[in-house]
Structures are given as C-alpha cells and as structure tokens.
C-alpha cells in the first residue's frame, strides 16, 4: 500500500487531473465526486514543504555548466524538477544537489518511486515530507543526506509495491 499523505492516500496535482483520466461515460457530477475523493495538494503546498528551490539558470551557475547540461540532468533523472512559482518556472530542491552536482544516492531511490507508479511531483512530496519513525529527525531527503541510503531505499521499495 503506497502512502504519502496523512490520511494514507497518494498526493494528486490538480494538473494530474486530466480528462483523459476521467471516465468519458460518468455524467458530470460523478466526475466531480470521484476527484473530490484524491487528496490533493497544491503546488504552493509543495514549495513551501521543500523550502529551497533553484532554477535551472541557478543550477547551471553553481555548478558552472550551461543550461543544456542542467536540462539533460533532468532528462537523465538524475535531478527532478516540477514547475513552480506564478510564471511556472523549472525548479529543483536545493537539497538535492552538493557542491560538485547531483547527490548520486538520489537516482536510484528516483527510479525506484517512478517504477512504483510514482510521478515527480509525488516523488518529492514523500522526500520531503517529516516522519518520525526514521533514524535521524526530519523527511528522507535528510535521512539519506545523513548516510542512510539503504533504509530510505527499502522504504522505497515497500511504497512500491
């Protein structure tokens, strides 16, 4: 059972929402009970969770390489990013990079959620996001910052199943 939400249901993005996703033979006001039912969480929930962004100019400018190195980054999944701000601009949390790039723990534990179902978006809400029970204080990201790879791994592999 996959939970990233207090109530133990995945996050949606109101973007996730698609008509595709709808069921074309539901009247109207089905559609609007069966969406009212997925927890969502705004993209301004999102930003203020994860704290710091940087930009994929930001980005290019730390690491000192130019924008389509930043942008095959994230082709690659070797950063995610999801669209923030009122313009919507590409962004990245701060903490998933160190002073030389990537954090290289990250890829995998990325490809692990996104196997599982997972979207980027949803992937760093549960990055992000405080649990009591882990080996340090904080949300996984800081779990994993500190060392602990291989649990935060493992708990991965559990959502995914």
Do not use: N
């Amino acid at each position: 059972m996959r939970a990233c939400g207090p109530d133990g249901g995945r996050l949606r993005s109101v973007s996730d929402q698609s008509p595709a996703q709808t069921d074309p033979t539901q009247q109207p006001d089905q559609q609007a009970d069966q969406q009212a039912d997925e927890p969502v969480r705004s993209g301004g929930d999102l930003e203020s969770l994860v704290g710091q962004w940087l930009t994929v100019p930001d980005i290019a400018e730390r690491l000192g390489v130019p924008l389509s190195r930043v942008r095959q980054l994230l082709a690659d999944r070797e950063l995610l990013g999801v669209r923030i701000g009122e313009r919507r601009v590409m962004a990245v949390p701060e903490k998933f990079l160190d002073e030389t790039g990537p954090r290289p723990e990250l890829r995998g534990t990325f490809t692990v959620l996104a196997d599982g179902g997972y979207d980027d978006e949803e992937i760093i809400t549960w990055l992000f996001t405080p649990d009591a029970t882990l080996p340090v204080e904080g949300a996984p990201i800081d779990a994993m910052r500190a060392g602990h790879k291989t649990e935060i791994r493992r708990r991965a592999q559990e959502l995914a199943l």
